[in-house]
């Protein structure tokens, strides 16, 4: 049976089989039909026969999402695209008649099996990963790979080579320390960490067993634009705030590494692409999952996996795919930070970015106001209007506003006339 | 303005500002209103002014969830609350009005703070977790706690004493030979892992620094009714699978560890309650990520957390607590395991559970059929009545239903119909 009812302009169409009347109960749900942030959500409320008391106590209050999305500008967990998120959510509930959420999916099942192996190969067709790699879905962050890369590649006499742009390039230096005999073969730490040196010049240890590099300084906003090649052993990349931001060629890397949280996913997944003949020779003190065979061998299954954040990775590989793969990406990420670098460098210096321009990151903005007692106000006057999350990192202070592939160029333009008219209010 | 349309028997009443209607797009949107398994979601469809092309392939096809949900028998990541579930897919797209999903938000910023100091708050709660120990939420699962716990309570000399009564912990003690001197004071394994020794009959070793149990074998079945007492130094429980399932005395324990994925969140999040005065003592070979003394200080916020895994943990905590805490919760788990325990020793042996009866899991039940040709009939018809993942571990064979928390008693009142139907037709 089918009763219709019409409002204009929106039309519905109310389905129900006599059968599921008597399960019907009180209740009102609230769902984002939300094409962008200016849109309300549509709120029903129905009401019919109320099931045992029992049954109501279960029912979750439902939230409602009258409120629009706010622009998040953190630098991770980060703003995730909206159709995935709403995806996610008609998900979440029954995975597509599976009967269970992916959350509830044993991680040996077939409809897992089909998740992970989907996101896999969708990631490896948006980096092109060469047959000869490895794709391993990994728990701990970036933090732990600063362990087990040395580790897995090196003997407790090993040298390696760091180059080290920014605070996260310096914490896997002080990692390594614990494992091998790491060498810090180029500092900006004297500089406050605003450029990255000619390759040329950089004095690399000829039996270095690899050369690392934070190719996204999230704190300080340096990216690596072209890449050193190592004098000796692999090239080893530290990707978690640009990964998948942009084309990367993965045969010059003998390993990439990346939280997933800035630009693919939720947090809690951390993705490793390493060149399969370099793994096996893990030290005897390695813990089982660090080990990178363990985990080749086991297709990242060895133990149960962080499961609904490869799902959600999974959606934005898909997500990614249907923009037109990571040259599409970069456009798009490109133009939103010309938009926000212009408008800091044609501020007069009102608003100051330190980074040497040739090696500004696409992904994490920082600046500062020339007025730095304005800051403050700044940042309060944004999230008035729906910006939140622009604090720099309190290392470093000032601003930072993260604009990853999710951030619409929308919120950037919205960050930008902000920024002029807040300039204009107090130059 | 508001339009209403009536339907019997249910009335649903629509609001919708003029401002958004222009932002509506054609779509269909299918919401779980189900108070129980057999109600059927109600579909509505939605069509208004089409926005450009771009928003349209932004558009998520939103899934139907018209399928009941499973009994879902997996030994982890298992079945979760349906509330949990409905309560999480309320909101993930908006939690509760922030503008953001909490996949999204920064792990400093003050909602996601407010959301790991309740859960934390919650599960010390339910368990009267004492002041003097520390709730650590971590990654890696118990697998990286098989590493951790060595590296931060032992030297490389140092003896530990294991009791091992089924797979996991014999894990455990594989794992910790890579860091200390374990010794097996007990294993089941010639026995196939059925029992668990007189506590009074072990020989401990006099100087171990901890004694090592795995309180719940999720693959053999085997659980501690209680604990021993070690002659020296602290107990340490795997409580990965029986974890917030019934009360526990967390003071006779110097930690407790436990992977979520069975009873209080999806996999991802490893939880350690850990008694303050031994954290502090880590080897300078333990990983950043893996030395307790980091994470306490921090509030599990060193790094990265797994945001939206502690978050659904959050939901279960709460839930567990509505539900009268962790006595009732007991109270339900038994009445659901001696349901199926007693049709299995009913049985006349056509079923039959190997684990001596004192020390049977509430949480895990292995089973095996006597004629056990019939097993892969036995799980297809199972799955046919949408009872899934019934199948035995691989390394045991035979069956295994996993009943934790969410499994309704419902869920286990049908399995034991349908065995005593399966029998009767093959008896």
Redesign the interface.
């Known amino acids: 049976m089918a ?1 219709t ?13 006599p ?3 008597s ?3 009180p ?1 009102s ?8 942030r ?3 959500p ?8 109320a ?1 045992s008391a029992t ?16 622009f ?1 500008f ?28 992916v ?5 040996r ?1 077939k409809e897992f099996t089909s998740i992970i192996q989907k996101a896999e190969a969708d990631l490896r067709a948006l980096l092109k990963i060469p047959e000869d790699y490895a794709v391993l879905f990994l ?6 790979q ?3 890369i040395p580790l897995n590649l090196c003997q407790a006499d090993d040298t390696v080579d760091c180059l080290v742009t920014g605070s996260w390039g310096d914490k896997a230096f002080k ?1 390594a320390q ?2 091998c005999k790491p060498k810090v073969i180029w500092s900006g730490k004297s500089e406050k960490y605003v450029r990255i040196p000619a390759f040329d010049g950089l004095e690399q240890s000829p039996d270095a067993k690899y050369l690392h590099i934070c190719a996204n300084e999230t704190i300080h906003g340096v990216e690596f634009k072209d890449y050193p090649v190592p004098k000796n052993g692999l090239l080893i990349a530290d990707m978690s705030s640009n990964f998948c931001s942009k084309p990367v060629d993965v045969s010059k890397f003998g390993l990439i590494y990346a ?1 997933a ?1 800035k630009n693919v ?5 951390t993705i490793v692409i390493v060149r399969k003949d370099v793994i096996g020779n893990a030290r ?7 080990d990178y065979k363990i985990h080749a061998e086991n297709n990242s299954l ?8 490869i799902y ?1 990775c999974g959606l934005v590989f898909e997500d990614l795919l ?1 923009q037109g793969g990571l040259e599409e990406v970069e456009k798009r990420n490109k133009k939103k930070a010309e938009l926000l670098y212009n408008a800091i460098d044609e501020s007069k210096g009102f608003y100051r970015c330190p980074v040497e321009k040739s090696v500004r990151s696409l992904m994490n903005v920082p600046f500062t106001l020339e007025k730095s007692e304005l800051e403050a106000e700044f940042i309060k006057e944004a999230a008035k209007e ?1 910006m ?2 622009l604090k720099g990192h309190r290392s470093v202070g000032g601003m930072r506003a993260s604009i990853y592939n999710a951030m619409p160029l929308a919120g950037v333009e919205k960050l930008v006339a902000f920024m002029k008219d807040f300039q204009a209010r107090h130059a």
């Open positions: 009763a009812a019409s409002t204009t302009p929106s039309s519905f169409i109310f389905r129900k089989t059968k599921n009347q399960f019907l109960k209740e749900i609230s769902v984002a039909l939300t094409a962008n200016l849109a309300k549509i709120s029903l409320s129905c009401s019919a026969t099931a049954q109501i106590q279960d029912r979750p209050p439902i939230q409602n999402q009258s409120q629009d999305r706010v998040n953190a630098a991770g967990p980060a703003t995730l695209p909206e159709n995935v998120l709403l995806k996610a959510q008609s998900e979440l509930y029954n995975w597509r008649g599976s009967g269970m959420s959350m509830e999916m044993s991680h099942g728990q701990g962050g970036a933090t732990s600063f362990a087990a990692e614990k494992y939280g949280q996913g939720p947090s809690g997944v005897d003190i390695t813990p089982v999952m660090f060895y133990n149960t996996p962080p499961c609904y954040g959600v249907a729906k939140v999350q």
